[in-house]
């Protein structure tokens, strides 16, 4: 079993900052990418940035320049650090991590999400 757990949202004024933490833990044996997704009211979720096993990173055209994307191997932490936020960010966020898992010696790989973090910019 994998958990992630996120930290990092709230309440910030437009053009503020925020950063997200999401960090996996259990029975782990690789991560092949984290990522961030988010789900405005009334809208559907979108992928808003990722970064592989390597550092290959990916964001949705609207973050491009404000936010950025980093990993932290070691820990199995995945951080989006979020800046110039516009009222439009406003969304609940997801973490993500495409994981794999070794069972009785045989790899698995599997999705795992965790529970969301608002985030609000409103003035």
């Known amino acids: 079993q994998v958990h992630l757990v996120e930290s990092g949202g709230g309440l910030v004024q437009p053009g503020g900052s925020l950063r997200l933490s999401c960090a996996a833990s259990?029975?782990?044996?690789?991560?092949?990418?984290m990522g961030w997704y988010r789900r405005a009211p009334g809208k559907q979720r979108e992928l808003v940035s990722c970064?592989?096993?390597?550092?290959?990173?990916n964001y949705v055209d609207s973050v491009k320049g404000r936010f950025t994307i980093s990993a932290d191997n070691a820990k199995d932490t995945v951080y989006l650090q979020m800046d110039s936020l516009k009222p439009e960010d406003t969304a609940v966020y997801y973490c993500?991590?495409?994981?794999?898992?070794?069972?009785?010696?045989?790899?698995?790989?599997?999705?795992?999400w965790g529970h969301g973090t608002q985030v609000t910019v409103s003035s």
């Open positions: 259990g029975s782990i044996f690789s991560i092949n990418a």
């Open positions: 970064i592989t096993s390597g550092g290959s990173t």
């Open positions: 993500n991590a495409d994981v794999t898992v070794s069972w009785q010696g045989e790899p698995y790989e599997y999705v795992y």
